[in-house]
């Protein structure tokens, strides 16, 4: 079995798992089933589509919408510091300019 990183991209629902956005790997399918998940821009409902570094991803985070960009792929599902240093988070909100 070749490592994601060999292989160049990774499902889906592995990815969210490795990268802290879902408890288990079945909760990642269920996201992905449900709908909530955006893959550069399109739906996504299948929890085997591949997601290549340099993807932009968004996805449900409690209340919150989060915009994330893939800086590299995860090789396993270690502590979140090394989780998080596999992504950029994108603000999609600009703080009011004051008047």
């Known amino acids: 079995m070749t490592s994601p990183g060999a292989a160049g991209s990774i499902r889906l629902d592995k990815l969210l798992w490795y990268l802290r956005f879902a408890r288990s790997r079945g909760l990642a399918q269920a996201m992905v089933a449900a709908g909530h998940i955006r893959l550069d821009g399109r739906r996504i409902t299948r929890a085997s589509a591949a997601v290549h570094a340099g993807a932009t991803l968004v996805l449900p985070v409690g ?33 009011a300019a004051p008047s």
């Open 63 to 95: 209340e919150r919408i989060e915009v994330i960009r893939l800086l590299t792929l995860p090789l396993r599902r270690g502590p979140a510091p090394e989780a998080q240093a596999c992504y950029v988070r994108l603000d999609t909100e600009k703080p």
